[in-house]
């Protein structure tokens, strides 16, 4: 089987073509030579940036190059787990650098250095994994981000469920930026970007072969661009948070108990697209816990909502933002879902297991 | 299952005593209330610091507390699947945070920062979950660093083998220093801290029940504040690596590829236990490739070595620490091993799969 053959690689690419295996086996988590080529061959190949290529144990960088006086550091993990690792609209690798981009962005936070350590189940194709660290590369330029660090270790086979990936992320904070979940005020609007259960009901439909008249793809993209838009728009942005696992209900609720106000949200205004509602409706599911990948909620104050709203409108992030609900001192660290017959209900944190499970 | 009872809690822990399961369920992975108070009870609990506690998905710190003009920022990650997770000496914890803490102490940098990144399977324990947190809080204050950020997934039962950790950190190289692997320079001494191929016997014997005479332990330790005594002693470290994966010859071997000289060891001055080998003799292995978990090699100036040497002897971590060779011009990137005959042996970097098996 030739790897080289069926696989592309990123533009930046250069392959020492010492990996000829078709899978992955233990020696490639050796730390000795096998693994060497395979890191050369396959990581730093796609991911070629002057910070990776000495492959010390450690990357590093100059901090007058990174920030200047009274700018913070943000620093965030999360591993990724997602089953099937190709779906609709995405993959793991793109996943796993847009999540961590993220999470980086939703402080405010200049994303800039990500590490990706892999775990890898012995037998796992190489062109496979050509494949996830081609993703992996388009994604971190798409965000204008470098993935500077990483590791590759191999467990035998029935030890791990084919791939998992942890990556790291380092962002800078401009000085002044005050982005926290215990500022939601009353009178605060809340806005989302997008519609919501997109990547839940994608997972879904590739796992169980779901046959979807209207296909849904996973909303997986980076969010620091839109971010620096709205915060242009509005620049005292009080709560940011991207939605991922647990979802809308769970991210609403942090903010809810964090700053101790109450979440009114709009039924009527949720962008949900038909195809999710129908799935939602068949399944006896709420699209409000189903995890997104490119779902960020906002809080901002009531006088830049309309011009946080059009500024998120104006941006292929955020076709679809909607302003979904206000902040009210009561009920203290609720969230209430307010219904068009005038009718209300606690929309309460995901309690037990999510489904689908998707991360 | 009475967890409480059974599982000791660093002392600045808190417990919110919300997690009474005996076992990980897939609801602890989902991002909602399951996992929040698992992650509240196990590892907010034990990692108990000001940066973690905001429970936000990225911690923040101020630059001017970190660092000063002219210092560089260091940046790693490692995933550790170890098996058996608890072994003589140490357990996955606690080597995950020591991992970590030696890739950025081997820069030179000061470790300042750990993120924590767990992967669980369905029905692991949540006290041996405690456990772990446990002794990756210890081992972070031994190490002097903040563990301030992290994400848990959980996986159906099969999907994992147990329990997967992976561990990024931040650190700060002071202005000035500059340690790479490029800059062995002929004339040069090696040193390494103590033992070779302790935690790769240990490890062993764990897994396969070996009945040794003298038990060895794991080596598993920060190498940070050794470092430090180290460069007290001799400021111009050229070169220094943990001999992790691949052992003690990887890493020689990468000093010489990188900086295109010879090493030449000297067999009688490699310190390795008897236990370890007479271990090896039996198995066939040779100690040079066993992984270690806190053993470094150095590459220093000839006219510091001495110095550099009684300095790691008076440190704890290096009671056993030896000047084992010396680097030449020649045979360009590669090591040599002298035996006590006066021949000579070519020492290759670790081809093929490493036994045992150990991170």
């Given at each position: 089987m030739?790897d080289?053959?069926?696989?592309?690689l990123s533009p930046?690419?250069?392959?020492?073509?010492?990996?000829r295996?078709?899978?992955?086996t233990?020696?490639?988590?050796?730390?000795?030579?096998?693994?060497?080529?395979?890191?050369?061959?396959?990581?730093?190949?796609?991911f070629?940036?002057?910070?990776?290529a000495?492959?010390?144990d450690?990357?590093?960088?100059?901090?007058?190059?990174?920030?200047?006086?009274?700018?913070?550091?943000a620093?965030?993990?999360?591993?990724?787990?997602?089953?099937?690792?190709?779906?609709?609209g995405?993959d793991?690798?793109?996943?796993?650098?847009?999540?961590t981009?993220?999470?980086?962005?939703?402080?405010?936070?200049?994303p800039?250095f990500?590490?990706?350590?892999?775990?890898?189940?012995?037998?796992?194709?190489?062109?496979?994994?050509r494949?996830?660290a081609?993703s992996?590369q388009?994604?971190a330029?798409?965000a204008?981000?470098?993935?500077v660090?990483?590791?590759t270790?191999?467990v035998?086979?029935?030890?791990?469920?084919?791939?998992?990936?942890?990556?790291?992320?380092?962002?800078v904070?401009?000085a002044g930026?005050?982005?926290?979940?215990?500022?939601?005020?009353?009178?605060?609007?809340?806005?989302?970007n997008?519609?919501i259960?997109d990547?839940?009901?994608?997972?879904?439909?590739?796992?169980d072969?779901l046959?979807?008249?209207?296909?849904v793809?996973?909303?997986?993209r980076?969010?620091?661009?839109?971010?620096?838009?709205?915060?242009?728009?509005?620049?005292?942005?009080h709560?940011?948070r991207d939605?991922?696992?647990?979802g809308?209900?769970?991210?609403?609720?942090e903010?809810?108990?964090?700053?101790?106000?109450?979440?009114h949200?709009?039924?009527?205004?949720?962008?949900v697209?038909?195809t999710v509602k129908?799935?939602?409706?068949?399944?006896?599911?709420?699209p409000?816990y189903?995890a997104?990948?490119?779902?960020?909620?906002?809080?901002v104050p009531?006088?830049?909502?309309?011009?946080a709203?059009a500024?998120?409108?104006a941006?292929p992030?955020?076709?679809?933002a909607?302003?979904?609900?206000?902040?009210?001192?009561?009920p203290?660290?609720?969230?209430?879902?307010?219904?068009?017959f005038?009718g209300?209900?606690?929309?309460?944190m995901?309690v037990?297991?999510q489904?689908?499970?998707?991360c």
């Open positions: 030739n080289a053959a069926s696989t592309p930046i690419g250069r392959r020492s073509g010492r990996v295996d078709g899978t992955v233990l020696a490639h988590g050796s730390g000795g030579k096998a693994m060497r080529d395979l890191v050369d061959d396959v990581f730093v190949a796609a070629d940036n002057p910070a990776l000495p492959l010390e450690q990357a590093r960088f100059a901090l007058a190059d990174l920030a200047r006086d009274g700018d913070r550091l620093f965030t993990t999360d591993s990724y787990v997602v089953d099937p690792l190709f779906f609709p995405g793991i690798g793109e996943l796993a650098v847009n999540g981009v993220n999470d980086l962005a939703v402080s405010g936070a200049r800039r990500l590490s990706c350590a892999v775990i890898l189940e012995e037998g796992f194709p190489v062109a496979d994994l494949r996830i081609a992996m388009r994604a330029a798409a204008g981000v470098a993935i660090t990483g590791d270790k191999v035998p086979r029935g030890g791990a469920d084919k791939l998992f990936l942890t990556t790291s992320g380092v962002g904070i401009p930026v005050q982005i926290a979940a215990t500022r939601a005020r009353p009178g605060d609007r809340v806005l989302v997008g519609c259960g990547h839940g009901v994608a997972i879904l439909a590739a796992r072969d046959a979807l008249e209207v296909p793809t996973s909303d997986t980076p969010l620091n661009g839109l971010i620096d838009a709205l915060r242009e728009a509005c620049p005292d942005v709560c940011l939605a991922t696992r647990g809308l209900a769970t991210v609403l609720n903010f809810a108990r964090a700053a101790g106000i109450g979440v949200l709009d039924e009527a205004a949720l962008p697209r038909e129908g799935v939602s409706e068949i399944l006896g599911l709420d409000l189903y997104n990948e490119g779902l960020l909620a906002a809080v009531p006088d830049r909502a309309e011009a709203l500024a998120m409108r941006h992030a955020g076709r679809d909607a302003l979904i609900g206000e902040i009210d001192s009561a203290a660290g609720r969230v209430i879902l307010h219904t068009g005038g209300g209900r606690i929309v309460d995901l037990g297991e489904l689908p499970r998707i």
